[in-house]
């Protein structure tokens, strides 16, 4: 359960009465996503619906069946985030929005690439072009609900590409376990060779081609890698 310290308000004003309830900030977004992962107890600071928090002031449970036709206290909850909002303080909504602003930069850098070069953009320069178009995250929505509407924002700024490469890797037969364990969601294909080499043939988006190629020579110094057409 989060103290109330650290607890924000989550409100709503429904037929001239106004809701709240205090929540984890970290854990909203969190619920939004998937109720069911979180436990009301470790989302709200007090189990309590109230009419003012601050005052301590409840409504009654007349004033819950008539807004929300019901008094169940999970159901009110839900209501309450998703058609209330969320008081953030400035310093937490400043903190929440750039930490979400480096996510979607981060996604975007790993999937997408400059059309002439067919290498990523640096983050930097994705980072000001969201900023030249006044580009601002909502700290509540998921990284992959707004990736879109900022690859769109980006588009007329900055030229963006979306490809796949196919990577040819082979190592050492002593450094397999390490390269199938970071290669093994993207590859599409393996084999050991005569030599006791492990080879694999893997497809990844084409911002993450210098990454992947580096993350394998961390984990087999006797790596090769070629691109394959």
């Known amino acids: 359960m989060v103290s109330l310290d650290d607890a924000v308000t989550a409100r709503l004003e429904r037929g001239g009465a106004r809701y709240e309830i205090l929540v984890d900030p970290e854990l909203v977004q ?17 189990e309590e619906i109230w009419s003012d928090a601050k005052a301590g002031d409840r409504p009654t449970s007349e004033a819950l069946e008539g807004a929300f036709g019901t008094t169940d206290l999970a159901l009110c909850v839900e209501r309450i985030l998703n058609q209330g909002s969320i008081q953030l303080t400035t310093a937490q909504r400043k903190q929440m929005v750039e930490e979400k602003m480096k996510q979607i930069i981060n996604e975007i850098s790993l999937t997408a690439t400059d059309p002439k070069t067919r290498l990523p953009h640096p983050q930097t320069r994705i980072e000001n072009a969201l900023a030249e178009a006044r580009f601002k995250p909502d700290p509540f929505l998921s990284v992959e609900r707004q990736v879109q509407d900022a690859v769109n924002i980006l588009k007329p700024i900055i030229p963006l590409q979306f490809i796949t490469v196919k990577l040819a890797f082979k190592v050492p037969g002593k450094d397999y376990g390490g390269v199938m364990q ?11 060779l005569e030599d006791g080499s492990w080879a694999c043939v893997v497809e990844v988006p084409g911002g993450m081609r210098n990454e992947i190629i580096s993350r394998v020579a961390n984990r087999s110094s006797g790596a090769e890698v070629k691109e394959l057409d």
Do not use: H, Y
């Open 30 to 46: 969190t619920w939004k996503e998937d109720p069911e992962s979180v436990e009301l107890s470790e989302l709200l600071a007090a």
């Open 182 to 192: 970071l290669l093994r969601d993207s590859m599409q294909r393996e084999q050991w």
